[in-house]
C-alpha cells in the first residue's frame, strides 16, 4: 500500500494542478480584492494629481534638391542625394542651436515650466527693500565693483539657460515618417497654447538656421573669392609682362621665327641622314647577298630583289636557264660521253664560270657603294652634332617662351572662371532658396496628451491583481506547510483519510480538547468530521481483519490524542471500544477524560500485575472504556516491546471490537514503531500550517524503513469552510441532530 502511494505520489507531482491554483486565488479573493482596489484607489490618486500635458504636433518637410540660385552652393553646400542627407537634418532638428534659438526668441527661461526657480512664493517685505536699497545708484556703484558678484550672476543665468535647454529638448520630439520626406515635430507643454507656439517655433526656427548657415557660408566664399580674384588678377598681369620683357630680350616679335628656323634646319638635316641611311642599309644588304655567295648560284642571288633586276644578272640567267635546257634535253638522247653532251656541259660550266666573275665584280662594286653610304652619313650626323649647340639654344628660347605662353592661359582661365562666379554671386546674393517649408503647422491641441488617467488606473487595477495573485501562488509555492487537504493533495500526491476543524471556542482555548466535546452541540460540526473519518476507517480496516488502530504523529502537539479520544467516542457509538494510553513517556489520557493522574494503568499491568479491572474505567453511559498509562517507568519500550504487553494486547482483544492506541510522536522516539508492529499500521495525525512537507516525508521514510504500513492521514485544525462555500456542514448538522 506504501509502494502504491509512493507511485502515485511521483505521478501527482509530474502534473500541474490548476484546480488547486484556482481554489487558492477563491480562498484569498478577499485579501487580493482588498490590495487590488487600495493599489487602484492609490492610482487614482496619483492620477488626479498629475499635472496635464498637451502635445501639439507641426509637419515640417524637408526638401531632398534645392534651387540653387547661387552658383557658389556648388562649393560651400552639401550632397542632398546621399542617404544620410535627412539624418543629418534630423539630428540638425534636435541640436541645441536650433533650441536655444527657440528658447531666446519665446524668452522661455522666463516661463516657470521651463525655469523651477520661478515657482516660488512671492517676494517678501525684506526682499523687496534689499532690492530697492540695492538698485540705488550710490550703492549700485559699490556693488559694480565687486566682480565676484557678476562672476556669480553669470553663473546663475547660465545654469538657468542650461536647466531650459535641458528640459526644452526632454519635451521635443523628432518623428521622421517612414519612406517620406516629412517630419513630426511634436512638443509637450502644461500650456496647449505655448505647445503648438513652440511646435511651430522649431520648425522656424531649422529653417532660419539653415539659411543663416547658408548666407553665412556665401558670404564668406565670396570674401575668398574677391581675394582670390585680385591675386589671380595680378599674376596675370605679372605673366604677361614676363612674356614681354622676354621677347624684348631676344628681339622677337613672336615664336614664329624660332619655330621657322628650328623646323627646316632639323628637317632637311632629318631627311637627308634618311636618305643615307636608307642608300647604306640597301648596300649593305646587297654587299652581304652577294659575299655570302661566292658559288654562284643564282637561284639564292634571285631572292633579292635589288640583285634580280641587275641587267648583268638578268642575262646570265637566262643564258643559264638556255644551257641548262639543251643539257637536259641532249641527255635524253645522248649518252654522258657524246661529243654534243660534253660541249653542252661545257658551255653550262662557261656560263658558272662567268656568274662567279660577275657576282665578284658586283661585290666590289657594290663594297664601294657601301663605303660611300657610310661616309654620308657619317658626314651628316657630324653635321647635325655641329649644329646641337644651335639647336639647344633655340630650343631652349622655344621652351621658356611656351612655359611663359602656358603661364598667361591658365591664370587667364582661372581669373575668368573666378570673375564669372563673383559676377554670379553678386547678382543673386539677396536670394536664398530655404531647404525646407511647413506641411502643417501645429494646432492648439483641445485635449491633453498625458497623463491617460483610464489608462493608468486600468493598469494598476491589472497590475495590482496580477501582483497579488502572483503574491499568493508564491508565498503557497515558498510555504513548506501543509494548509488544507487540497493543499495535501497538490504538495504530496495523497488523499487524507479525512479533515479535522479546528476549535475556536473559549472553553478550550488554554485547555486541551477533553472527552466531553463529543457530547456538546455546539461542536456539531467537529463530531460529524470524526464520525466521517470512523466510517473511511471501516471501508480501509474492517473490523473482522483489524481491531487495533495505533495513532501517532510526526512531533508532538499535532493532535494525535485530541484524535484518539474522538475517534474512540464515536467508535463506541456503534461498538464496544477500549482506549489505550500507549504514551508512556508523557500521558495525558485519563487526564482528557477526567481520570486521576495516580489511577493505575498500563504501566501498572506490565510492572506490578494490577488487576485489569482496577485499571480499566468505564466512561459513563457509553461503549468506552479507558485505560490509561499508569505511572512512569524509565524505560518504556522495554515495556512495550515485552511479550507481556503483546500478551495483554491479545487477551484485551478477545474482549473488545476495537480497541485504539495512542502512541507517542514517531520523530522524536521510536515507541510508536513499536506498537505499530504490534497493530500492523498507524494512523498519522498531520497539523495544518504546522507540520512541513519536509518533516512528513522523513516520517514517510522511516515508515518504509521499519516496513510499517500508514493506516492513513488525518489533517488536524483544518480551518472550517466560510459560508457561501460548497460545504454539508448544514447538513451534517441536521443529520446529527436527527442522530441524537
Given amino acids: 500500500m506504501l509502494a502504491s502511494l509512493k507511485n502515485d505520489s511521483l505521478q501527482q507531482e509530474q502534473l500541474i494542478d490548476f484546480g488547486y491554483y484556482v481554489h487558492l486565488i477563491k480562498k484569498r479573493w478577499v485579501s487580493i480584492s482588498l490590495f487590488t482596489v487600495l493599489c487602484t484607489a492609490i492610482a487614482v490618486l496619483i492620477a488626479l494629481s498629475i499635472t496635464p500635458t498637451y502635445r501639439a504636433t507641426a509637419t ?11 552658383s557658389i552652393e556648388e562649393v560651400v553646400g552639401i550632397d542632398t542625394s546621399a542617404k544620410e542627407y535627412y539624418l543629418t537634418q534630423f539630428e540638425i ?21 521651463f525655469n523651477p526657480k520661478l515657482i516660488a512664493t512671492e517676494p517678501s517685505f525684506i ?41 526644452f529638448k526632454s519635451r521635443l520630439t523628432i518623428s521622421p515618417i517612414r519612406k517620406t520626406q516629412l517630419v513630426h515635430i511634436s512638443f509637450e507643454s502644461q500650456d496647449p497654447k505655448l505647445a503648438a507656439k513652440i511646435a511651430n517655433a522649431v520648425g522656424l526656427a531649422f529653417i532660419e538656421n539653415n539659411l543663416e548657415s547658408k548666407l553665412l557660408a556665401t558670404e564668406q566664399a565670396t570674401g575668398w573669392i574677391n581675394q582670390r580674384l585680385n591675386e589671380l588678377k595680378q599674376n596675370l598681369n605679372n605673366s604677361e609682362q614676363a612674356l614681354l620683357q622676354f621677347l624684348q630680350q631676344q628681339k622677337l616679335i613672336d615664336n614664329s621665327g624660332i619655330s621657322a628656323l628650328t623646323s627646316s634646319e632639323l628637317s632637311s638635316l632629318t631627311n ?86 660577275l657576282t665578284s665584280k658586283l661585290v666590289s662594286g657594290i663594297k664601294e657603294e657601301l663605303i660611300s653610304a657610310r661616309e654620308q652619313e657619317r658626314v651628316l650626323k657630324n653635321e647635325l652634332l655641329s649644329k646641337k649647340g644651335e639647336f639647344q639654344a633655340l630650343s631652349v628660347v622655344k621652351s621658356e617662351y611656351d612655359s611663359l605662353k602656358r603661364e598667361i592661359s591658365s591664370n587667364a582661365k582661372l581669373y575668368d572662371l573666378f570673375l564669372i562666379r563673383q559676377k554670379e554671386t553678386s547678382a543673386t546674393s539677396g536670394f536664398s532658396a530655404a531647404n525646407a517649408r511647413f506641411s502643417d503647422y501645429a494646432l492648439v491641441p483641445e485635449n491633453p496628451s498625458k497623463p491617460n488617467r483610464k489608462l493608468i488606473v486600468i493598469l494598476a487595477l491589472f497590475a495590482s491583481a496580477s501582483f497579488a495573485i502572483i503574491l499568493v501562488i508564491c508565498l503557497d509555492a515558498f510555504n513548506n506547510t501543509i494548509t488544507s487537504a487540497r493543499d495535501f493533495e497538490s504538495k504530496l500526491g495523497l488523499l487524507p483519510t479525512g479533515t479535522i476543524p479546528e476549535i475556536k471556542d473559549k472553553q478550550y482555548k488554554k485547555t486541551p480538547i477533553d472527552a466531553n466535546i463529543f457530547g456538546n452541540s455546539k461542536f456539531t460540526l467537529f463530531q460529524e468530521s470524526i464520525d466521517s473519518i470512523r466510517t473511511s476507517l471501516y471501508l480501509v480496516l474492517p473490523k473482522s481483519e483489524r481491531k487495533l488502530l495505533a495513532i501517532s504523529s510526526s512531533v508532538p502537539g499535532e493532535g494525535k490524542t485530541t484524535t484518539a479520544i474522538s475517534l474512540a467516542n464515536s467508535f463506541s457509538q456503534l461498538e464496544k471500544v477500549l482506549i489505550i494510553d500507549c504514551d508512556l513517556r508523557k500521558p495525558s489520557v485519563g487526564d482528557r477524560f477526567g481520570l486521576a493522574k495516580s489511577h493505575p494503568g498500563l504501566s501498572n499491568i506490565l510492572l506490578m500485575n494490577t488487576p485489569l479491572q482496577e485499571c480499566i474505567a468505564t466512561v459513563n453511559n457509553s461503549n468506552l472504556d479507558v485505560l490509561s498509562a499508569g505511572m512512569l517507568t524509565p524505560n518504556p519500550q522495554e515495556l512495550l516491546s515485552s511479550a507481556a504487553f503483546e500478551k495483554l494486547i491479545n487477551q484485551l482483544a478477545s474482549k473488545y471490537d476495537r480497541i485504539i492506541l495512542d502512541t507517542p510522536p514517531i520523530l522524536p522516539v521510536k515507541d510508536a514503531f513499536i506498537v505499530g508492529k504490534l497493530t500492523q499500521g498507524i494512523l498519522l495525525v498531520v497539523k495544518v500550517n504546522s507540520t512541513s512537507k519536509s518533516v512528513y516525508k522523513h516520517t514517510m521514510a522511516l515508515f518504509t524503513k521499519h516496513q510499517i504500513m500508514i493506516d492513513g492521514v488525518i489533517l488536524n485544525k483544518v480551518q472550517p469552510a466560510k459560508k457561501g462555500t460548497h460545504t454539508y456542514s448544514e447538513y451534517s448538522q441536521y443529520a446529527h441532530t436527527n442522530k441524537g
Avoid at 536650433?98 to 528658447?103: G, L, Y
Avoid at 556703484?141 to 545654469?159: G, V
Fill in 127 to 167: 526682499d523687496n527693500l534689499k532690492k530697492e536699497l540695492l538698485s540705488h545708484p550710490l550703492i549700485e556703484a559699490h556693488f559694480s565693483q565687486k566682480t565676484d558678484d557678476n562672476i556669480n550672476i553669470l553663473a546663475q543665468q547660465e545654469a538657468i539657460n542650461r536647466t531650459a535647454l535641458k528640459i
Fill in 272 to 357: 637627308r641622314i634618311a636618305e643615307a641611311a636608307d642608300k647604306r642599309i640597301e648596300a649593305q644588304a646587297l654587299y652581304n647577298a652577294l659575299k655570302g655567295n661566292n658559288n654562284g648560284n643564282l637561284d639564292s642571288l634571285g631572292a633579292n630583289s635589288l640583285i634580280s633586276n641587275h641587267p648583268q644578272i638578268r642575262d646570265i640567267r637566262l643564258a643559264e636557264s638556255n644551257a641548262e635546257k639543251e643539257v637536259s634535253e641532249l641527255s635524253k638522247r645522248y649518252g654522258p660521253k657524246h661529243d654534243k653532251m660534253i660541249q653542252a656541259k661545257a658551255q653550262l660550266q662557261s656560263i658558272h664560270t662567268r656568274i662567279k666573275k
Fill in 60 to 70: 515640417l518637410l524637408i526638401e531632398s534638391s534645392q534651387q540653387r540660385a547661387i
Fill in 93 to 113: 532638428l534636435k541640436s541645441n542651436q536650433v533650441a536655444q534659438r527657440v528658447i531666446e526668441k519665446l524668452k522661455l527661461e522666463q516661463v516657470a515650466e
